[in-house]
């Protein structure tokens, strides 16, 4: 029998949040895939046969002769070939408005909010430790912390906003939406560096998502010198 | 009875490649939407309720509640409409392992190639032009400019390297993968920044997608106070 939660591999580093979302993606879908942490900065060769553009998630299953590169493209081949068996709990809507909305947010997650939000903080305060000099290693650059620090607040406005007219981001059932933009959030939060107080409606949906037993993995991960904010993996926050 | 092109709107600028990708798309399926010239640094309030993103393109059509925002959202958005209609000239392949390739360079060059190449020349060549020095336009920042046309070289070379291995750059057909990649090519290509003697096979490769009746309106395309380079519209350049 050939059983594909064992053969998979998934590349991945513990703070990237775009790995975070597959993480919890395949934790929904039962799978328990091998974990092999990637730094990009080392630019290792292997993996850049395996992906050329040097990103985090890259997902290999041992039955395609290449790689499953990236967090969106991941997510649609497993829908497209394990979505049906979760019926009800299926991530992604099956009528096309539906599915545009889900894409839509995925977007947003993953490239609007990546690039005014997590890729700042990560890179100064957690990339940059793991960084040697000549790697671009360092001291973080206050200035890009805060500015990040302030675009956060309209992004969780903006999901206060949907929650308050929907029961989920993307719309009655919880979908890859609320879980990509739960991976940023919940990288964001290790660090301490999600203003909480300021959406009362972000703040029960995050508490939804967070409670799911897919999240637990995220919630266990350490990095050494970085002490996780309090409330990180806090159910009652 | 209702016809569905003539509802269509098409919101885009003539120079942004991923607007651009979504008119060669629509063309092939036959599609005619009403277009709808957007200036994003404009911020118009009601584009902003259509897409609060404020990017282009985003389609509208007449029958869904929400606008369909984002070129990779709209081109899974038509392939799932309409894509069984195209028969053999399908854009997506039907194997899963196609789709994760397809989707693969859809990212690659609506992403990567975007942040590092068109991004920065149309920004300072296009965009900067028409803004008013409120809203950020001048003069093109040079260095920015000499960075984008080092970085497309690379990229250049991967285009060739992947079409001597296969016929398309996702494989045996021409998909979303080629019409995204020469989207983007042909709004560097108006500016004259593809240095196209250094890949013989990417050349070749671009001839033949460029050829397309798809593609004739882009290369139609003009901007006051810029002449295209001599290859732009030329099929045997």
Redesign the interface.
């Known amino acids: 029998m050939f059983v594909w939660g064992v053969m998979a591999q998934l590349y991945y580093h513990p703070f990237c949040p775009h790995s975070r979302f597959i993480r919890i993606v395949m934790a929904e879908y039962g799978m328990e895939p091998e974990m092999i942490e990637e730094r990009i900065f080392e630019r290792r060769q292997e993996f850049l046969m395996l992906n ?2 040097n990103t985090t998630p890259v997902l290999t299953d041992g039955q ?3 790689a ?3 967090a ?2 991941i997510a ?2 497993l829908d ?2 394990r979505g049906l068996a979760l019926g009800a709990r299926r991530l992604m809507p099956e009528d ?2 539906g ?3 889900v ?2 947010l995925l ?2 997650f993953n ?2 909010f990546f690039a005014e939000v997590t890729q700042w903080l990560l890179q100064e305060k957690v990339f940059k430790r793991q960084m040697r000099s000549d790697q671009g290693g360092g001291a973080p650059d206050m200035e890009l912390v805060r500015a990040a620090r302030q675009n956060i607040r309209y992004h969780l406005r ?1 999901i206060g906003w949907l929650v308050q007219s929907r029961n989920w981001l993307a719309g009655d059932t919880m979908t890859y939406a609320d879980l990509a933009a739960a991976a940023h959030l919940s990288s964001v939060d290790f660090l301490g560096d999600v203003p909480w107080g300021e959406d009362e409606a972000a703040k029960h949906w995050y508490a939804r998502v967070k409670s799911r037993p897919s999240f637990r993995a995220i919630l266990s991960d350490r990095l050494p010198g970085i002490t996780p904010s309090p409330e990180y993996a806090d159910l009652d926050f």
């Open positions: 050329p553009a395609m002769v290449s499953i590169v990236g969106n493209v649609e081949y497209e070939t096309p408005a599915r545009v909305e894409r839509r977007e947003w490239s609007k903006y």
